[in-house]
C-alpha cells in the first residue's frame, strides 16, 4: 500500500492513516484557499482542532460567512491578521495555501516545529507548485506573472530546499482539487511528498448558495488587469456574447474599475457583485444555462461540482493576438493548461 499518496475521494485505492486528532493553524489569503481550508479539514486531514487566521484587507467576510452556516466541527475562524503565524508554534500543523507569498516564504525559513506543513489547494498554482518541487533542478518558487528581482529569486530558492527538505523528512501534504498526472505522483512519492486529492465533497453536501436567471453565466478574467491580455480583444469577446441575450458577468477580485465601467456600458451585461468563490455561487444550473470563461482555476473545480452538467461549461482558449507581449510562452502554456485539467 502507497504510504505517501492519499485520495480523500477513493479511500479504497490510496487508503492511509488520517491525522483525525490534534491542532493546525491556517493561513489564508484568497476566497478559493479559505474554501479549500474547509474541505482539507473536512476531509480530516488536518486535526480536530484548526484554527483559520485570514490576511488582513483580503475580501472573505462574505465568504467566511457562508462558510460558517455549515462549517465542520472543530473550525475556528479567528481574526484576521498582517502576518501569518509562526510555524514555531505548539500547532501539530501549520497550513497554507500559497507558497509562492513571500510573506510565507520568510516565515518557513524561520524554522518549522510543527509537525506538518500542508498546502492546500490554490488552483493552478498548486500544479505549478508541485512541477518546480519535482524538478531535478533547485528551482526559484517565485509567480510566473511577477517582475522578480535576484532577491525574490533567492528567496523562493531558499524556499525550494526547505519544501525538499521537508520532504524527506515525511512533513510536507499537499492537497488539490486538480488532477495530477501519474509520472508526477511517482516523482512526489519518490521525494517523500504526500498527496491528497478532494473532489469537494464537503461542498457537494451544502445547500446550493444562489441560483442565477440569465441564460449565460460569464466568470471575469484578471488577465486584463493584470496585462497579460490586451483589454479591447477581451472586451469585444464579451459584447460578441451580450449580443445573443443577458449575461450574468461575475467580476474576478482583481479586476479594475476601468474595466468594470466598460462593462457596464454594454448591453445585456448584469454585473454581479463579487461575493463568495465561483464554485460555490455556479454549481447548480438551470436547463438551457451555460458557463463561459478564458482559461482560469475555475473551470478544472466546476467541471468536478457540475458533473454531467460539465457539458454547460465552455471553455475560450486565448487567441494568440490577445496576449500582450510582456506575457511570456510559460506563463501562456501555465494559464492555458486548465483547459487540459
Known amino acids: 500500500m502507497n504510504d505517501t499518496m492519499m485520495k480523500i475521494s477513493q479511500p479504497e485505492t490510496h487508503e492511509v492513516p488520517r491525522p483525525r486528532f490534534g491542532a493546525a493553524h491556517v493561513w489564508v489569503e484568497s476566497p478559493l484557499q479559505l474554501l479549500s481550508a474547509v474541505e482539507t479539514h473536512a476531509a480530516g486531514l488536518l486535526g480536530d482542532q484548526v484554527y483559520v487566521i485570514p490576511r488582513r484587507g483580503m475580501p472573505l467576510e462574505a465568504t467566511t460567512g457562508a462558510l460558517l452556516k455549515n462549517s465542520p466541527a472543530g473550525l475556528h475562524f479567528m481574526p484576521a491578521a498582517k502576518r501569518p503565524p509562526h510555524p514555531n508554534s505548539s500547532r501539530d500543523r501549520y497550513v497554507t495555501g500559497d507558497a509562492y507569498s513571500g510573506r510565507i516564504q520568510r516565515t518557513l525559513l524561520t524554522g518549522v516545529k510543527a509537525k506538518e506543513v500542508v ?22 518558487l517565485v509567480r510566473a506573472r511577477a517582475k522578480n528581482t535576484p532577491a525574490r529569486h533567492a528567496l523562493g530558492l531558499a524556499m525550494w530546499h526547505r519544501l525538499r527538505g521537508l520532504a524527506r523528512e515525511g512533513r510536507l501534504l499537499i492537497v488539490s482539487a486538480l488532477q495530477v498526472d501519474s509520472q508526477l505522483k511517482n516523482r512526489m512519492e519518490e521525494l517523500g511528498i504526500k498527496f491528497a486529492q478532494h473532489r469537494f465533497e464537503w461542498l457537494a453536501t451544502q445547500p446550493v448558495a444562489e441560483r442565477f436567471t440569465e441564460p449565460t453565466l460569464l466568470i471575469g478574467s484578471a488577465m486584463a488587469a493584470d496585462s497579460i491580455i490586451h483589454a479591447e480583444p477581451y472586451l469585444q469577446w464579451i459584447r460578441s456574447i ?25 448591453p445585456n451585461v448584469i454585473l454581479k457583485q463579487h461575493t463568495i468563490p465561483i464554485e460555490m455561487r455556479l454549481r447548480d444550473l438551470r436547463p438551457g444555462q451555460e458557463i463561459r470563461a478564458l482559461p482560469s482555476t475555475v473551470i478544472p473545480s466546476l467541471r468536478l461540482l457540475l458533473g454531467n452538467e460539465a ?19 510559460d506563463l501562456r502554456d501555465h494559464l492555458s493548461s486548465s483547459l487540459k485539467v
Open 311 to 329: 457539458r454547460s461549461l465552455y471553455a475560450q482558449p486565448v487567441p494568440d493576438h490577445w496576449w500582450t507581449s510582456d506575457t511570456s510562452q
Open 119 to 140: 498546502i492546500i489547494d490554490d488552483g493552478l498554482a498548486t500544479l505549478a507548485l508541485i512541477r518546480q518541487l519535482v524538478s531535478e533542478e533547485p528551482t526559484p
Open 242 to 266: 451580450a449580443a445573443e441575450g443577458p449575461v450574468a458577468y461575475f467580476p474576478h477580485r482583481r479586476e479594475t474599475e476601468q474595466i468594470l465601467a466598460e462593462l457596464r456600458q454594454i
